[in-house]
């Protein structure tokens, strides 16, 4: 089966975790973000530079829905891919899977988050127009059945 997400790599640190043992749900928040991150430095570079201009990406909501706990050295996967696309905004699914030592996966968590591109000065953005270059680089990672 053809992979449909990029997916990011991530060992929970004991940093990650709360007095009780398992992971502080901010967290999942900043490995949606991370991996986001690093998706654009990896197959959307372009769109880096842009940000350097006067693109910006305003995270308009953030979810998560928690199915399994995760604790200190799991090793996750964070898969996001794409949702929606308009002309002016993304929608980004994410899936946390649990890589467990034999081999097999669980999905602990899933959540989403909607960005608006938005241009110029930062008392007058506007929205944009999402850049080709974003468009092209989420093209292999939309869901079959998803609208754009």
Same mark, same amino acid.
């Given at each position: 089966? &053809?992979?449909?997400?990029? &997916?990011?790599?991530?060992?929970?640190?004991? &940093?990650?975790?709360?007095?009780?043992?398992?992971? /502080?749900?901010?967290? /999942?928040?900043?490995?949606?973000?991370? +991996?986001?991150?690093? =998706?654009?430095? *990896?197959?959307?570079?372009?769109?880096?530079? @842009?940000?350097? @201009? @006067?693109?910006?990406? =305003?995270?308009?909501?953030? @979810? +998560?829905?928690?199915?399994?706990?995760?604790?200190?050295?799991?090793?996750?996967?964070?898969?996001?891919?794409?949702? &929606?696309? !308009?002309? %002016?905004?993304? $929608? =980004?699914? =994410?899936?946390?899977?649990? #890589?467990?030592?034999?081999?097999?996966?669980? #999905?602990?968590?899933?959540?989403? $988050?909607?960005?608006? +591109?938005?241009?110029?000065?930062?008392?007058? %953005?506007?929205?944009?127009?999402?850049?080709?270059?974003?468009? *092209?680089?989420?093209?292999? /990672?939309?869901?079959?059945? !998803?609208?754009?």
């Amino acid at each position: 089966m &053809e992979q449909r997400y990029f &997916e990011y790599l991530h060992t929970v640190g004991f &940093e990650e975790t709360n007095i009780v043992g398992n992971v /502080y749900y901010v967290n /999942y928040l900043r490995w949606q973000g991370r +991996c986001r991150e690093m =998706f654009l430095k *990896q197959r959307a570079p372009e769109v880096l530079a @842009d940000l350097q @201009d @006067d693109l910006k990406l =305003f995270t308009l909501k953030v @979810d +998560c829905e928690f199915f399994a706990e995760i604790t200190a050295f799991d090793e996750l996967a964070i898969r996001m891919n794409l949702i &929606e696309l !308009s002309q %002016t905004q993304v $929608q =980004f699914g =994410f899936d946390y899977v649990r #890589l467990e030592p034999g081999g097999g996966e669980t #999905l602990v968590a899933r959540g989403g $988050q909607r960005v608006a +591109c938005m241009r110029g000065p930062n008392t007058r %953005t506007v929205p944009a127009r999402v850049p080709d270059a974003l468009v *092209q680089a989420l093209a292999p /990672y939309q869901l079959a059945g !998803s609208r754009s």
